[in-house]
């Protein structure tokens, strides 16, 4: 992930990924995303957190972070903070709104109602980004 993208996301995701790195912290996002928790000084296979996360992401989780508090933010906020920059830069290269759309795994409109959500006159300029018909 590169600096501009990480300078957005909230602290606690900043957080996760310094310690943990980018793959980990989305799994932990995705799996035990929109709670604060104080992790355990030791990995009980027992335990709802093993259930959730796994044995070797608990087992990472306990190593880099036993006792310490924890604040994981849900997945779905950040995938959305994600793929809205992801969009920016494919605009700013003036690709097709119909490769974006399939690049970022959403509808054409969708990308045509992001446009509009935003105050930059080069983005909102719907014809520079047209596929070419013919």
């Not at 045509?112 to 070419?132: A, T, W």
Request: charged share 20%; proline share 5%.
């Amino acid at each position: 992930m590169d600096d501009s993208l990480l300078s957005h996301l909230p602290e606690s995701m900043q957080q996760l990924i310094a310690v943990f790195g980018e793959a980990v912290a989305l799994q932990l996002c995705e799996r035990i995303g929109g709670i604060s928790l104080v992790v355990p000084h030791g990995a009980n296979p027992d335990s709802w957190l093993w259930e959730r996360l796994g044995k070797d992401l608990t087992n990472s989780l306990v190593a880099k972070m036993a006792g310490g508090q924890l604040t994981i933010p849900k997945y779905d906020a950040i995938d959305r903070l994600l793929r809205r920059k992801r969009l920016y830069q494919m605009l700013e290269l003036q690709m097709p709104v119909a490769q974006i759309a399939l690049a970022l795994g959403r509808t054409d409109r969708w990308v045509y109602l992001e446009m509009g959500k935003s105050h930059d006159p080069k983005i909102r300029n719907f014809e520079v980004l047209q596929c070419p018909l013919f």
